[in-house]
C-alpha cells in the first residue's frame, strides 16, 4: 500500500467516525469533517520566544491585560516558560489557586505562552525573528476589543510601537502593534470585520 493509499485508507476510516463541520461554518478546499477521535481537545496555546521576560511580562499584562496563570522552570534545561490568558473579569474573580490554578491554564481556550531562554537578556545585539521578515513564516497573534479607536488611544498613551493604524493601508479597522520583541498583534473589533 502506498503513503497515498494509507493516508485515504485512514481518512475513510476516520469519516466513519466523524460529525459533519457545522452548517453555517465557511467551507472551502481541505477542509474536513471532524474525528470524532479529536471530541475534547482544545487548542490551548501558542508559544513565542523572548528575550527578555521581565519586560514582556510587563507589556502582555501591563497593556494588554493578560493574567500569569503558571510558571515553570526548566534551570537544566535553560529556559523558562510564562503562560498567560486574557480573563473576564469573572473568570479573575473566581480564579482558582495553586496546583489548581496550573490545570486551569491548561484547559484554556488562547494562552499565550512566552518561552525564555537564559542569557538572552543580557546579549544587547540578540533578536528573535518575527515571522514577518524574510523567509516568512509566523505571521502574529490578535487581540479582538470592544472599541478600536479607545485601545489605539490606550497603546498610544503607553508608547507601543505601531506597525500599521487603522486608517493607514487598504485593509481599514485593523491595527497591528508590536510587542517589545518585534512580534506583530493584531487588533481588531469584532463588529467592524463582518
Known amino acids: ?13 476516520n469519516n466513519q467516525k466523524s460529525v459533519a463541520q457545522p452548517a453555517s461554518s465557511v467551507k472551502t478546499d481541505g ?12 487548542f490551548n496555546h501558542t ?9 514582556s511580562l510587563a507589556f502582555y499584562t501591563g497593556v494588554l491585560g ?3 496563570l503558571a510558571v515553570k522552570k526548566f534551570p537544566a534545561m535553560g529556559f523558562d516558560l510564562y503562560f498567560l490568558a486574557k ?5 479573575r474573580e473566581n480564579l482558582p489557586a495553586g496546583a489548581d490554578l496550573e490545570i486551569f491554564a491548561f484547559r484554556q481556550r ?7 531562554n537564559y542569557g538572552t537578556e543580557t546579549q544587547a545585539d540578540f ?10 513564516g509566523f505571521g502574529h497573534i490578535c487581540f479582538s476589543v470592544p472599541n478600536l479607536d479607545e485601545a489605539v488611544a490606550w497603546f498610544d498613551e503607553n508608547n507601543v510601537e505601531f506597525k500599521k493604524r487603522p486608517d493607514e493601508g487598504s485593509m481599514k479597522n485593523i491595527v497591528f502593534i508590536k510587542d517589545i520583541d518585534g512580534y506583530w498583534i493584531e487588533i481588531v473589533q469584532a463588529d467592524l470585520m463582518g
Open 66 to 68: 493578560m493574567t500569569l
Open 31 to 42: 477542509v474536513q469533517p471532524i474525528s470524532a477521535q479529536t471530541t475534547g481537545y482544545t
Open 1 to 13: 500500500m502506498t503513503d497515498s493509499e494509507s493516508l485515504n485508507s485512514n481518512q475513510a476510516t
Open 87 to 91: 480573563l473576564t473579569e469573572s473568570e
Open 127 to 136: 533578536s528573535y525573528h518575527d515571522g514577518n521578515a524574510e523567509p516568512q
Open 110 to 116: 488562547g494562552i499565550l505562552e512566552l518561552t525564555h
Open 47 to 55: 508559544m513565542l520566544r523572548v528575550k527578555d521576560p521581565a519586560k
